[in-house]
């Protein structure tokens, strides 16, 4: 057994244990409250089982791993569906760059062992009202004042701002230069005065994303990080931390195997629906798809093993698999017919049809729409040329509006 | 066997695209469109010279004893080049039935012609639409072939034919030197495909293996050519991917180079995404040769391939507008080819079939 193999097994030992108490049948009924308690809970075992940080310095508090013992821990981790939804983003993205950017160690040694416990959560504040696949559009202003700054503006789409503790932000420090010229970034104390979080009801019922007000909300210099006009690299380079993270094929939503037992259970015209030659195409373009997907996480994961950069292919992964998943997941409510119509707000993503089909608009959108994504692949990978773009070159007070 | 390439097998895949894209001629392709009975000679001299007839045949034979993944490499530049000849997937497929059915004999008086190139092979399963007839009309009877196989691919020129046919109600697979065989050459939209019908009267053959034996090792046969074939489309899909892309990127319209417009870029993205997911498939299955998952994955190559194939042509053309439908430009040579190659070798119904019928016994 490989080195990677025998921690994959020691991972698994570990989520057993902890999957009667933390797993996802536990859960089954919790209020988000609830959830979020429990999730703290598993996070602390998690920290004390020696399973956080895992590809973290020693230095500031993680085992000092690769990157390869985190994806392999968070795959196993991922089928147990433990309550871990709270803290993704921000050990992910916010912390990371914490410890990158920020001076005071002691403080950042502080904030990363409470953060890895779950004692303290954190937010990343990009997204405004005026843009979000527009990021440098942002128009949260900060200025100076005294030795420190001063913050107005408004956020939006900002996960589980409601429950955290701290929070990374990207601010326009200079409306006079081009648009991602002009960008600061700090980390803000979520409690601080003039910071109003109002959650936002989704579609699905749940309200797990928030707008965020800034009144006159007052910020040290010290939580700065990089330089003043830097910000939009440092949002970039947030956004890389997690470039090759554990994915799934079935684009977050229900395993092609719910799909086909379904198809075994109900009938079309007196006959198994499996027997059908639309849901046989279907379920056979699905699993090639995916299969596909599978391969290319397989073999990115093989190339890093043996120190190679992945190819680009991995980007295809969140494009492909939602949108596909939105669409098994209406024909499978098709499958069920009238015994569909009911629905359980509270249902299993991965193992309810409705809940799946009612949330993957969110998917496609989240984290870079699907448009922006093959804009993306389009220009990054296969070197075609820019939208039209009338903000190039322009300042920010310039820009028409 | 892993699913990242080694150097021998990523020089295997620069020097068969380098040595094609030197000797293939797309003018020499066109006029073989319009000829019945005519193969790409420089493309099968250049086959044979490179060794690529050896490549997967076993050393003691006179091969050089790789694999699907390296034939797969092979098939991919070729599908590029929409090379003009179909021997090598149907020489693979009568090798690899030599190799495992139970002739010692006959695999040693055909597999070194056929590594050679001295021998062309051919493969005869399908009969009407059905790709793999569980009955076949065909029949083999006191070691006679009779009856007809349908546009069997490079059935004009093959000197060897594995045929698929019945016997006592049993199905058998058989091998049935040409020689004494009447073919009837098809006019096809695709004619270097070399597409004949093999009429079999009292054709003497030697059978390889009957029953659910012969069961397995043809459908071992067709998972094996499906790879083979899923790499050549990949290779097709791949090269329509960058004839959109450079052409997205130097014409012009509105003042600007089409592929700034959304509705050109998305599509070649798109094109991108089906190409990546095909490959991966074809690593996939190319690796898993032997393993018991081997035709769910060999599906899987398959189906995708098919359709990044087709979409691609389809896309290919449409993005460069009037030119695209034109003969001299010729991308109605991948046209041609995606759809030859989606109906050889079992079509998309065939393969979806198969994956589904194996997912239903996977799945409790």
Known sequence: MSELEAYRAKARAFLESMAPKYGRDARSGNTVEQDLALGREYMAKKYDAGFAGINWSPD????????????????????????????GISLGMPVPILIHYCEDKEFVKERVRKALRGEEIWCQMFSEPSGG????????????????????????????????????????????????K??????????????????????????????????DVR??????????????????????????????SGGFGPHLDEFVKLAKRVDINAKPAIEDGRVRS????????????????????????????????????????????????????????????????????KTDWGTSWLNAPTGRIAGGSDEVLLNTIAEKILGLPQDYRPDKGVPFNAIPA | MSILYDEGQQAIATESRRVLDARMDKARLLKLLEQVGEHDAPFWDTAVEQGWTALAVPEEHGGLGLGLIELGLVAQACGAATSGAPFLTGGYGVSQALVQGGNAALAAQWLPRLASGEAIGCVAIAEGNAALPPAPAVSFADGKLSGTK??????????????????????????????????????????????????????????????????????????RMAVVTAH???????????????????????????????????????????VEIARANCIHAAASEGTAEFLTAAADARISATEAYDTNSRDCVQIHGGIGVTWELGLHLHMRRARSLAVECGNLVFWEDLLVERLQGEVA
């Not at chain 1, 960008?183 to 579609?203: C, E, Q």
Request: charged share 20%; proline share 3%; aromatic share 8%.
């Open chain 1, 60 to 87: 500031i508090g993680g085992q000092g791993l690769t990157h390869l013992h985190k994806i392999t821990f968070d795959a196993e981790e991922m089928q147990f569906g433990m309550p871990v939804q709270f803290f």
């Open chain 1, 133 to 180: 696949s527009d990021l440098a559009a942002l128009r949260t202003k900060v200025e100076s004042d005294g030795n420190g700054w001063k913050m107005n503006g408004q956020k939006i789409w900002t996960s589980w701002a409601q429950y955290c503790d701290y929070g990374v932000i990207v601010t326009r420090s200079d409306p006079t230069v081009e648009k991602h």
């Open chain 1, 182 to 215: 002009g960008l600061t970034y700090f980390w803000i104390d979520m409690k601080s005065k003039g910071v109003d979080v109002r959650p936002i009801k989704l579609a699905g019922g749940d309200s797990h994303v928030n707008e965020i007000f800034f009144d």
């Open chain 1, 219 to 248: 910020i040290e210099d010290s939580q700065r990080l990089g330089a003043v006009g830097g910000g939009f690299g440092v949002s970039l380079h947030t956004l890389m931390i997690e470039r090759y993270i554990a994915t799934d």
């Open chain 1, 282 to 349: 279907a379920i056979a373009r699905n699993h090639a798809m995916r299969a596909g997907l599978d391969s290319i996480t397989k073999r990115a994961f093989a190339m890093m093993m043996a120190g190679m950069q992945p190819g680009p292919e991995g980007s295809l992964q969140k494009l492909v698999a939602v949108r596909s998943r939105q669409k098994l997941s209406e024909m499978a409510m098709d499958l069920m017919g009238n015994e569909g119509l009911a629905f359980d707000p509270h249902a299993y993503v």
């Open chain 2, 150 to 223: 349908p546009a069997v691919p490079g059935g004009q020129k093959a000197d060897v034919a594995l045929v698929w046919a019945s016997k006592d109600g049993q199905p058998v697979l058989v091998l049935a030197e040409l020689a004494g065989a009447a073919r009837n050459a098809v006019d096809s939209y695709d004619n270097s495909r070399l597409y004949a019908d093999l009429v079999f009267a009292g054709t003497p053959a030697t059978e390889l293996a009957a029953g659910d034996a012969a069961r397995a090792l043809v459908l071992d046969v067709m998972g």
């Open chain 2, 232 to 274: 050549e489309q990949v290779g097709g899909a791949e090269a329509l991917l960058h004839i959109a892309r450079d052409y997205a990127n130097t014409r012009k319209a509105f003042g600007q180079p089409i592929g700034m417009f959304q509705a050109i870029k998305h599509r070649v993205a798109e094109m991108y995404g089906l």
